[in-house]
């Protein structure tokens, strides 16, 4: 193994064991699971503030929250190896475990934050009464719109990001914080249209977050490019499949250079 | 066995290999841009900016580029800041030769021409081969294919006088037993940290970093054009989206790729990565494969795996030693041994931040300096291990000096880094040459939303020798470390030049 290689295994491997963990808590919750059944209820046939509170009666915010962040933790974990890797080379040894944490917090709260107008979003979709069919081609066409779009591009452009980081004092605290608020950010503006995705899967819930944590992932794996309005998919994990089965098809390229 | 000679030795300023390489380029600098055979397609594959392209004339507005298949397969392909720099460049030589070959034989010229290297290391050879600097032809008219009018050389205030200081320069990284090292700030290692395709990659390897990057900012240099732009622009070998369109460039690489076989076959320990991901290349996990034309347009596919077996890439050099110290002879052709090596390698190593700046430092003028404040423990740490005997099979205890997040629009700029020590209670104070910085690549780097990351590039020198010099010192203050950055020529304003965090990283048990 090579030295580098062994350095990302000390954050990918906490963080594999981390989202495992979610996604274990999601799929033995799932018979209590509220945030599907929250967004998609009967409730939500007219705009209406007693309705909302009787809504608010049987899913208690709380809950939904959790349940929120476990999902969060479940898709996001395994895309922030760069970024968790960055805050832990750049920190004292004795910083390392607050710094993370730090950043965890910021970046947590951000994805919080950002819950509110997905689920808002959801909710507003309910309300239009659509037929299964039309709520398919609303929440699909927004989808496309948004991932080819240049601001999807920028957005993803910027997970990348690995900018100078204090290192000692409330300074290095306050890098730490304000590092995974925006790492968020970016990944909510990457991530919030395919989110709409599980929430539209009544049944097979579970499977369709897993399919949409997937092809986050594969996302990240490619290199940053120009935002422009363009059709794009996870270019390396395409071309990862084809090499696999051309070594599978043809003997290895290992020949001598020809004079 | 073809033999790649030193340009300075081949018996005269145009000696025949050099009059048939001039042929070759005015030759192929003649044919369209699309063309797979073309010197321009060639420089393309390297990299290319079209703002730049234009502004030199080495593209009209209105020329078309290669059709999207073949931009996408061939072009912008070099591989920077990562393990791959060597063996990809290796590619792209072997396949400038044999197209520079081919086209001598068709003007009727010898069929074992060679690609001259140049070892500007070497004493009284650092200076510009004067056949490219010369615009004429020896006969004197003009036209000489090898002359570039965007070679400005180190100094602004004589451009066109083109060498590379030699105190800017070094081969410290010959003195590196690794192939790859670590990306979070200790040594990158000899050939850089394994990576997948890199483009333009930020963190470059010990070769990559000195002496390849200085050498081409201080042969190309910049200019300030203030009717085009407010930032200086840089001659064609100082960024790699023009480099490949200066003919030197590829004299240049000949002998950086000299220096890889040279450090091969100079101590045992020194062998290319065993790892499949680094053999097969990019292309074994979903990256762009290493492609470029053969004389007859049709792509050769190749591995590093192909690269790394030099009894097998069919050409040698006349000289192996590195600064051409010793008598001339052309060494063994075989590899070193592989997968021989008994040494602690770095994986599994503690890279740790000793210290760091606290906010970004702005690189404009002369130069610029600072200080790197120290935590008590780690230096404790440190000198309490520097001060212990080296246990067998334990590491060795080093100190390196990061230049992080360097951002900045001018690739030409080579700073010079020293690291300064204050003496306390009237001792005097001390400053020591750590090495030198070349920012070959930094406009790209700096760039966001333009296919790059943005965060700029990021440096590692080893400064292990000054920091054991006075880590038990009681004369010195070593609650900070000052770091100063000396411009060899003066770095413009409008460049925006800083440096985002300078660290201090220990490397052992």
């Known amino acids: 193994m090579t030295p580098a290689a062994y350095e990302r295994l000390q954050i990918r491997i906490p963080l594999a064991i981390a989202a495992a963990g979610a996604w274990v808590a999601m799929a033995a919750m799932s018979h209590e699971r509220k945030l599907v059944a929250f967004c998609s209820s009967d409730v939500w046939t007219a705009l209406s503030l007693d309705r909302f509170a009787l809504a608010i009666t049987f899913y208690s915010p709380a809950s939904l929250a959790g349940e929120w962040m476990l999902m969060v933790a479940a898709m996001m974990m395994p895309t922030l190896a760069g970024a968790m890797g960055h805050v832990r080379a750049r920190s004292l040894p004795h910083r390392r475990k607050r710094s993370l944490a730090l950043f965890i917090i910021g970046y947590g709260a951000t994805w919080g934050a950002c819950s509110i107008p997905i689920v808002f979003a959801m909710l507003a979709l309910q309300l239009l009464q659509l037929s299964p069919v039309a709520t398919i081609a609303l929440v699909g066409s927004l989808i496309l719109i948004w991932q080819f779009s240049p601001a999807k591009q920028a957005c993803l452009n910027r997970c990348h990001d690995q900018p100078p980081l204090a290192a000692h004092g409330i300074a290095a605290d306050l890098a730490a914080l304000g590092y995974g608020v925006t790492q968020a950010i970016w990944c909510c503006g990457t991530c919030w249209a395919l989110m709409l995705v599980p929430f539209t899967a009544q049944d097979g819930h579970l499977l369709a977050m897993a399919a949409t944590s997937a092809y986050l992932i594969a996302e990240r794996l490619d290199q940053p490019r120009r935002p422009a309005w363009e059709i794009r998919w996870p270019s390396t994990v395409a071309r990862l499949l084809w090499f696999r089965l051309s070594v599978w098809r043809r003997p290895e390229n290992t020949g001598r250079v020809a004079a | ?509």
């Open chain 2, 1 to 509: 066995m073809l033999v790649r000679k030193n340009v300075w030795e081949l018996g005269g300023d145009w000696a025949d290999p050099i009059l048939w390489y001039a042929r070759a380029v005015g030759a192929l600098k003649s044919k369209p841009l699309a063309d797979r055979t073309s010197w321009r397609f060639w420089a393309g594959m390297h990299g290319y900016d079209q703002g730049l392209w234009e502004f030199y004339g080495y593209k009209a507005a209105h020329e078309k580029l290669p059709a999207k298949a073949d931009f996408d397969e061939f072009w912008q392909q070099c591989q920077h800041g990562s393990w791959y720099f060597l063996p990809w460049h290796r590619g792209y030589l072997i396949g400038f030769e044999k197209l520079i070959r081919a086209t001598v034989v068709s003007l009727k010229g010898p069929a074992d021409w060679t690609l001259p290297y140049w070892n500007y290391f070497k004493t009284g050879q650092n200076g510009l081969p004067p056949a490219f600097g010369s615009p004429d032809w020896p006969d004197g008219k003009g036209n000489n294919p090898l002359f570039v009018e965007q070679r400005w050389g180190p100094d602004p205030s004589k451009p066109g006088k083109v060498f590379v200081p030699l105190k800017a320069v070094n081969l410290d990284a010959m003195g590196v037993h690794e192939f790859t090292g670590v990306a979070s700030g200790g040594d990158r290692g000899f050939g850089g940290i394994d990576t997948g395709f890199e483009h333009s990659g930020t963190k470059h390897g010990d070769i990559e970093s000195q002496p390849h990057d200085q050498v081409h900012g201080l042969v190309g240099g910049e200019k300030m054009f203030p009717k085009a732009s407010p930032r200086p622009l840089p001659g064609l070998m100082s960024t790699p989206v023009t480099a490949g369109l200066d003919p030197i460039f590829w004299l240049h690489h000949a002998n950086i790729d000299r220096l890889w076989q040279s450090w091969r076959l100079s101590d045992h320990r020194n062998t290319d990565p065993e790892e499949s991901s680094w053999k097969k290349g990019p292309a074994s996990h979903g990256k762009h494969q290493f492609v470029v034309p053969l004389p007859d347009g049709s792509p050769w596919v190749y591995t590093p795996q192909q690269m790394s077996d030099f009894a097998g890439v069919g050409y040698t050099y006349s000289d192996f030693s590195p600064a051409g110290a010793r008598p001339a002879a052309v060494a063994s052709a075989a590899a070193a041994p592989s997968g021989a090596a008994t040494m602690t390698k770095s994986t599994g190593a503690a890279v740790e931040v000793v210290g760091a700046s606290a906010k970004a430092l702005a690189v404009a003028g002369s130069g610029a300096q600072t200080s790197v404040p120290v935590d008590a423990r780690m230096h404790a740490k440190v000198a309490g291990k520097m001060a212990t005997a080296v246990a067998p099979g334990a590491r060795e205890e080093r100190v390196f000096l990061n230049l992080e997040n360097v951002r900045g629009y001018s690739d030409a700029t080579v700073l010079q880094v020293y690291v300064h020590f204050a003496g306390k209670d009237g001792a005097p104070s001390a400053e020591r040459q750590v090495g030198s910085i070349g920012l070959f690549g930094i406009t790209k780097a700096t760039e966001t939303d333009a296919g790059h990351k943005g965060d700029g590039l990021s440096y590692v020198l080893n400064i292990t020798k000054p920091y054991q010099e006075f880590a038990g010192s009681a004369n010195v203050d070593l609650a900070n470390i000052g770091v100063r950055l000396e411009a060899v020529a003066p770095v413009q304003q409008s460049a925006e030049v800083s440096v985002g965090r300078i660290s201090v990283v220990r490397q052992g048990d």
